[in-house]
């Protein structure tokens, strides 16, 4: 049987923090079963420095991140998506691209912790606990068994997780 690498898109708002997280995530832990990309609606025009201090200590790859426009994912030349889940904390006005394929989709509800305020350790803890929380999820993701389900029951289950507790 050919091997599948399934393409996940993550969007979130700046595409500084949540999305390169869980870009990142599952990359190491799809264990070439799964390709992550990250995009926003807003892009911030960087990757947030405490993301990549955390991907860091963590001993994750932390380069060749970017912030990017959810638009590179739409058009003719954009790779083709299996899954695309949002990450909006509020994802009232936010729509999911028109891209290449049919992907299933879901919103995946991650407080931003790019907008959290307060001192250094405050704003890291944040960053912790978005990172615990789409660590969890993404795991749990990661072991499904895709080819053995129809698209209505791969639906149900990527629905299930997003109520998966940090």
Known sequence: ????????????????????LAEAILNHFGKGRFRGYSA??????????????LLKTLGMPS????????????????PKMDFVFTLYDNA????????????????WGIPDPAAVEGDEMVRKNAFRIAYRQLENR????ANIKIRELDR????QKVNEI???PG
Do not use: Y
């Open 1 to 20: 049987m050919e091997r599948k690498t399934w393409n996940v898109l993550f969007l979130s708002t700046g595409n500084s923090a949540r999305s390169i």
């Open 40 to 53: 926003g609606s807003r892009p911030k025009g960087g990757v947030h420095p405490l993301a990549i201090d």
């Open 63 to 78: 380069g060749g991140f970017r912030s990017k426009h959810r638009d590179e994912f739409t058009g003719p030349r954009a």
């Open 92 to 107: 009232a006005g936010e729509v999911c691209p028109a891209g290449p394929g049919n992907p299933v989709t879901t919103q």
């Open 138 to 141: 993404i795991r749990l993701f």
């Open 152 to 155: 209505l029951s791969l639906r």
């Open 162 to 164: 997003r109520k998966t």
